[in-house]
């Protein structure tokens, strides 16, 4: 793993865009099939509000098993879906979920020593909706928040890779986290113009369609498409840093296969 200049943070979400202009449609039907399975595992009793999230790393490899077909001159199937759940990977996809969601909940649950829980209240949906805004007005949630990001960037740097070395490399935990945080370490630069980037794109793409349809319930329709076909592209993005950091992927079905043969 080398270091990597600044501008490589550009150039992922250039590629980014890139993957998607090649199969827009097989993409976007793949996110919606994803958004539809979040939407069915969050009426499941008790676990419904904890499985979404501990899920994400199992979905994410679709995404980017997906930009891998992209590149191997495949289509895009919303069946994709499914790669996550293979075996050996999604035992440790799902261990990866787990730590996913208690990271998450230690960096929020860590606010509380600073806005008194509000943060951690709004969150969980504790927090009344009436009462939100004066509550928020009166607390501390700009530390708070600050404070959870201070807590929560170490580890979002050992989730970044760590499910795609899972299932590609076929790692264990705790190398594809290991691996993950000195990559994105080593290559810090970059990855903070690529945050920056997507920061600025989210922005102004929102404040231009502010600009042209107006606070509207229309527009308002329309930031929902908007924002999955973002979110869609920044999947490709990441495919794009993985493939430049730890190299080209190999198709894991494909050697399973030829394993069997």
């Given amino acids: 793993m ?5 501008v490589t943070g550009w150039h992922w979400v ?13 993409l976007s039907m793949l996110f919606l099939g994803y958004m539809f399975c979040m939407l069915a595992v969050s009426i499941i009793p008790l676990l ?8 994400v790393p199992v979905f994410s490899v679709a995404f980017v098993q997906a930009c891998l077909n992209i ?4 289509r895009v199937f919303p069946s994709l879906l499914l790669s996550g759940f293979r075996k050996p990977a999604f035992p440790m996809l799902f261990s990866l979920g787990l730590l996913y969601l208690g990271a998450a ?5 860590a606010s509380s020593l600073v806005d008194g829980g509000v943060l951690w209240q709004l969150v969980s949906g504790q927090l009344a909706r009436d009462d939100a805004a004066d509550v928020i007005r009166n607390s ?10 201070l807590l929560y960037v170490p580890a979002a740097m050992a989730f970044c890779f760590a499910a795609p070395l899972i299932y590609w490399k076929q790692t264990s935990l705790i190398k594809a986290l290991f691996f993950s945080f000195f990559a994105v370490w080593r290559s810090l630069r970059a990855f903070l113009v690529f945050a920056a980037t ?6 102004v793409t929102s404040q231009l369609l502010f600009m ?11 930031m929902m498409p908007l924002s999955m076909i973002l979110t869609v592209i920044m999947h490709c993005s990441f495919y794009a840093a993985y493939r430049q950091i730890f190299g080209l992927p190999v198709d894991t079905a494909k050697t399973v296969s030829l394993d069997k043969d």
Wanted: glycine share 14%.
């Fill in 2 to 6: 080398e270091k990597l200049p600044a």
């Fill in 14 to 26: 250039k590629e980014g865009f890139g993957l998607f202009r090649k199969q827009p449609g097989g």
């Fill in 48 to 55: 419904g509000q904890l499985l979404p999230v501990i899920l």
């Fill in 71 to 74: 590149d191997q001159g495949k």
């Fill in 105 to 109: 909940i230690i960096a929020i649950g």
């Fill in 140 to 149: 501390n949630m700009g530390s708070a928040l600050l404070l959870t990001i």
């Fill in 198 to 203: 997507w920061f600025a794109i989210s922005i």
């Fill in 212 to 222: 042209i349809a107006g606070r509207t319930p229309i527009a308002m329709q329309l």
